[in-house]
């Protein structure tokens, strides 16, 4: 595995949900973190450097957003999907994708309107919606020989009760999916049919495998991309999630005026996070060396998984994936009931993963493991798994 990559510490006095909150929650000395969504890399120089750069000049008075910024974001989807967008007119910022995702989804519609996800999904989608009465609409995805695939049928059934709104995530978190083109011409032409808007969270777009292409659903036509809002961030692929900096990208002026008001009306648009707004200069304009490293790593880990429970616990399986640093891992042969899997990782081996019976329909007796992490975390966490597997099959 590339060793290029540094790895902070488990144990160096920082503040890290992943870490040293679970430690404390646990008091478990040993405890092995695979939970949140993030790595335990160092971020990459060029975006610390934009750090430190911002810290000499001295100022932190209200930024404004330099021209560099969109040119940056151009370039970097014209290079990453030959999407050509109009950059000043079709970009604003939110902190974080979920603040985003939030205010799209209160412009576009109103309490007790439907909204559809592909289930299993991260857990804040459910969340979002439910606590802003919306109701949600679980599209299941099916489970297949190399993946996972949605159900058209299904899909179209949703819309036909009245969906006003589809949350699509992309590459889907957590199964690791980058949909195809295919794929998504074919929600588009759904969309399309049955007027359903699109919010399209594209944060791990920058997590892809080689030989795996990234297709916004947006790009497909001028018509779809005016139903769709698509979030970007570089928190997932740069590590920098601290720093609660998104952006979002519409060609609907209609959708992208709204939203700038809604900015105005929580006094948003004056002064952004001048961290996030250097850290997204940095990380899509020099930091593709480190991005290609860092895959490299995760693609071994992802390998060095699947393989260790093909040869060591075959009755389990770590399911294919393209894209992202999590591995979905099928638990249903173990007698355990689903919404216990965790829990009793936690109580008996002393590592923390997501449990898929959280994330909706079809995520139940899954399991998410997160790799982006040390070559001997995820050796133990690997061996702990199968001491596991043992005890509970
Ligand atoms: C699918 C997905 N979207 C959005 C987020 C949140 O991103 P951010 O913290 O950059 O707003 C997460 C975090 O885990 C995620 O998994």
Redesign the pocket.
């Known amino acids: 595995m590339s060793e290029q990559i540094p790895v902070i510490a488990s144990n160096d006095g920082l503040y890290r949900l992943k870490w040293e909150y679970e430690r404390e929650r646990t008091s478990y000395t040993d405890l092995l973190c695979f939970g949140t969504?993030d790595m335990d890399y160092r971020s990459p120089e060029p975006i610390l450097d934009a750090m430190r750069g911002v810290l000499d000049r001295g100022h932190l008075g209200y930024p404004m957003i330099p021209e560099r910024y969109y040119e940056v974001i151009h370039n970097w989807l014209l290079s990453i999907a030959g999407w050509d967008i109009d950059a000043r007119c079709s970009i604003a910022q939110s902190a974080?994708?979920?603040m985003g995702a939030w205010a799209i989804i209160s412009l576009l519609t109103r309490p007790q309107d439907m909204v559809t996800i592909l289930t299993p999904v991260?857990f804040?989608y459910k969340e979002i919606l439910r606590l802003n009465n919306r109701k949600i609409i679980e599209c299941p995805l099916e489970l297949i020989e190399n993946g996972y695939s949605i159900n058209f049928g299904r899909l179209e059934a949703c819309f036909a009760s009245g969906s006003r709104l589809l949350w699509l995530?992309n590459p889907h978190?957590p199964i690791g999916h980058a949909w195809t083109k295919a794929e998504l011409e074919k929600i588009a032409e759904l969309c399309l049919k049955y007027q359903v808007y699109i919010i399209s969270?594209d944060?791990y777009c920058g997590l892809l495998f080689s030989g795996t292409s990234y297709t916004p659903i947006a790009s497909l036509s001028k018509e779809i991309s005016r139903y769709t809002v698509t979030l970007y961030?570089t928190?997932k692929t740069y590590n920098t999630?601290a720093l609660r900096h998104?952006f979002l990208v519409t060609e609907n002026p209609e959708i992208y005026k709204k939203y700038r008001e809604f900015l105005t009306s929580m006094s948003m648009d004056y002064g952004q996070n001048i961290m996030g707004i250097e850290a997204t200069i940095a990380a899509l304009g020099e930091c593709e060396e480190w991005r290609r490293k860092v895959m490299e790593k995760i693609m071994a880990a992802h390998r060095f998984l699947e393989k260790y429970f093909e040869e060591n616990m075959p009755m389990c399986k770590v399911i294919k994936s393209d894209s992202s640093y999590f591995a979905w891992i099928d638990m249903r042969a173990l007698k355990i009931q689903p919404q216990m899997l965790t829990h009793l990782l936690e109580q008996e081996e002393h590592m923390i993963v997501e449990n898929g019976y959280f994330l909706g329909k079809g995520g139940a007796g899954f399991i998410r493991f997160n790799l982006a992490c040390d070559e001997e975390h995820l050796k133990e966490g690997a061996a702990r798994l199968k001491e596991f597997c043992f005890k509970h099959i």
Request: proline letters at 0%; glycine letters at 8%; a negative charge.
């Open positions: 969504a974080g994708i979920y991260h804040c995530c978190n969270d944060v961030s928190s999630a998104a």
